[in-house]
Nanobody
Framework: QVQLVESGGGLVQAGGSLRLSCAASGRILRNYVMGWFRQAPGKEREFVAL????????SYADSVKGRFTISRDMPKNMVYLQMNSLKPEDTAVYYC??????????????????WGQGTQVTVSS
């Protein structure tokens, strides 16, 4: 079992920055993929970024490439999402997720086994 708790959301003006944090506890994450997803009102939950906990490999949605950076701090069991140059369309509830690594990366929310409660990010224009 893996427990995930997000923090760091808030209200920011367009062009600003926020850093989201995800604290992971429970089972050792050595063979896990950690992902960030987001869900805007009336829309499906969508992939934002992922990081391979052991190897550090990353992947990003096209909509956030060059603006967002995912990272992990292994000793602290933390995953971060640094969000720069924020746009109003980035407004959503952001979720941290974990999935056992099986040799491939998955981008659908239904593929992930463990979820945090979410943190709201609102970008004003």
């Amino acid at each position: 079992q893996v427990q995930l708790v997000e923090s760091g959301g808030g209200l920011v003006q367009a062009g600003g920055s926020l850093r989201l944090s995800c604290a992971a506890s429970g089972r050792i994450l050595r063979n896990y993929v950690m992902g960030w997803f987001r869900q805007a009102p009336g829309k499906e939950r969508e992939f934002v970024a992922l990081v391979n906990w052991s190897y550090g490999g990353t992947s990003y949605a096209d909509s956030v490439k060059g603006r967002f950076t995912i990272s992990r701090d292994m000793p602290k069991n933390m995953v971060y999402l640094q969000m720069n140059s924020l746009k109003p369309e980035d407004t959503a509830v952001y979720y941290c997720a974990a999935d056992p690594y099986s040799g491939s990366y998955y981008y659908g929310a239904h593929e992930y086994d463990y979820w945090g409660q979410g943190t709201q990010v609102t970008v004003s224009s």
